[in-house]
């Protein structure tokens, strides 16, 4: 053991936790002069005491003896690391199934809204329980986007860019293809009530094969 490496240790720590040498001697029930003595290098602490020491400055026994703080494990660091990694990728989980759940219901009430709307009505927005639909279904859809977001945020703390696309990428795909089906039954319903009224079939073969080819375009560059 290294006298002066140990002292100059237990000086070091003392001044980080904000102890004055009196305040030291105080907590662990010695005079002033053994503190000194002990950070000047003088001398050792009585081995009785060292528990006393190291619990005052918050290191181990150990650390105290030689006078450094123990780097941790590297595969502490790792083991730590995977249980955050793995407690982000649980929290995006359930953000998934709960923007699901929002994003399902929302383009069901929606879409089927629509289409009805489309069949029975020729002026939008004729009844007020399709106006009710409507909002209802807007609000399901943009609260599916922001949970979906959260979670994704949340990966973005220990998950890299290349991570974040391997974890969620396919159920962005998802997501953002039953979150299409409300805006695009909406848009036939408005083209329904124009003057391209005629043309609403057509319309929506076109719309619907985009959004098929732009969804397979984007799993194929996640996949």
């Not at 106006?131 to 859809?141: E, K, R």
Request: charged content about 20%; hydrophobic content about 50%; glycine content about 8%.
């Amino acid at each position: 053991m290294d006298a002066k490496k140990i002292g100059c240790f237990v000086a070091a720590l003392r001044k980080e936790k904000g102890f004055t040498q009196a305040a030291l001697a105080e907590i662990l029930n010695v005079s002033n002069r053994t503190v000194s003595k002990w950070e000047n290098g003088d001398g050792y602490p009585d081995i009785t005491m060292l528990p006393n020491i190291a619990c005052a400055l918050g290191v181990t026994v150990d650390e105290l003896l030689n006078g450094e703080r123990k780097p941790k494990d590297i595969a502490d660091f790792k083991i730590t690391e995977v249980k955050n990694k793995d407690s982000l990728k649980n929290f995006f989980n359930i953000c998934f199934v709960i923007s699901l759940f929002f994003g399902i219901f929302g383009a069901l009430l929606g879409t089927i809204t629509e289409l009805y709307c489309i069949w029975a009505f020729k002026i939008l927005f004729y009844t007020h329980w399709e106006i009710i639909f409507v909002a209802v279904s807007l609000l399901a859809v943009v609260a599916s986007g922001l949970v979906f977001t959260v979670g994704l945020t949340r990966l973005g703390v220990s998950y890299n860019k290349s991570e974040i696309i391997s974890v969620a990428g396919k159920k962005g795909v998802l997501l953002s293809g039953v979150l299409a089906l409300f805006p695009l039954s909406f848009a036939a319903r408005i083209i329904e009530v124009s003057r391209w009224g005629n043309y609403t079939p057509y319309v929506m073969a076109v719309i619907l094969i985009a959004a098929a080819v732009i969804i397979k375009m984007a799993y194929d560059k996640v996949r």
